[in-house]
C-alpha cells in the first residue's frame, strides 16, 4: 500500500511508523538478533535521516544498539551507543539521555569494564531520579542501571552495597508497577 502513495514527507512518516511497529514485533517473535530486525531498524534509520528527525532517530539508534549488542558485536554497539548518547545531548526528551546513557554503561558491563560501567550506571540513575517515571518501553532504564551496578558491586567485592541497590531495584520494579521491571529486579536479587 506504500508503494500506492506519492513519495514525500507524509509518505516517510507512515514508512517510518510501520517499521518501528514491524521492529518490535520482529523482536518479540524472533528476537533482538534477528537480522530482519536489523534490516527493518538500518531502513527506518535512512527515513529518520531523511527526514531529520532526531527523535524517531534516536529510538532507532538504540533498536541497532540492541541488535547489536545480542549479537555479541561490542565494538559496533558501543560505536551506535556513543552516537546515540552524543544526539541524546541535544534531546528536550530527558528519558532518551537516560536511555542512551544506559545503552552506554550496559555495553561496558558486557565487556568486562565493571568499574566504568558501574560509574556511568550511577550518573544515569542520578540523572533518572530527576524526571518522572512511567515506563515507557520494555526495559525501563532506571531498573536496569540498579539490576547492572548492584551485579556490578557485588562482582567489585562490595555486598551489602550490592544489597542496598538490589533491594531499591525491586521497591522501584513495584512503584513503576511494571512486569518486566519486577521479573529483571527479582531476578537480578536472586
Given amino acids: ?74 565494538d559496533k554497539a558501543d560505536a551506535i551507543a556513543q552516537e546515540t548518547h552524543d544526539l541524546a545531548d541535544r534531546s528536550r526528551d530527558p528519558m532518551r539521555k537516560v536511555q542512551a546513557a544506559w545503552a552506554v554503561a550496559n555495553v561496558l558491563f558486557h565487556r568486562g569494564e565493571v568499574r566504568e560501567a558501574v560509574r556511568h550506571m550511577d550518573a544515569c540513575l542520578h540523572a533518572y531520579d530527576l524526571i518522572a517515571h512511567r515506563p515507557s518501553a520494555v526495559q525501563d532504564p532506571g531498573v536496569m542501571c540498579l539490576c547492572y551496578s548492584a551485579w556490578g558491586q557485588w562482582e567489585l567485592g562490595f555486598p551489602d552495597d550490592a544489597l542496598r541497590r538490589a533491594q531499591r531495584v525491586v521497591a522501584l520494579s513495584e512503584q513503576l508497577d511494571h512486569r518486566f521491571s519486577m521479573g529483571e529486579a527479582w531476578g537480578f536479587t536472586t
Avoid at 11 to 31: F, K, P, V, Y
Avoid at 64 to 69: K, P, T, V
Wanted: negative net charge.
Fill in 1 to 74: 500500500l506504500l508503494d500506492q502513495l506519492p513519495e514525500g514527507i507524509a509518505r516517510d512518516r507512515i514508512e517510518l511508523r510501520l517499521h518501528l511497529l514491524l521492529a518490535a514485533r520482529l523482536i518479540a517473535t524472533q528476537g533482538y538478533g534477528a537480522p530482519d530486525v536489523e534490516r527493518v531498524y538500518a531502513r527506518a534509520q535512512t527515513l529518520c535521516r531523511r527526514m531529520g528527525d532526531e527523535e524517531a532517530l534516536m529510538k532507532v539508534q538504540l533498536g541497532l544498539e540492541g541488535y547489536h549488542f545480542m549479537r555479541a558485536d561490542f
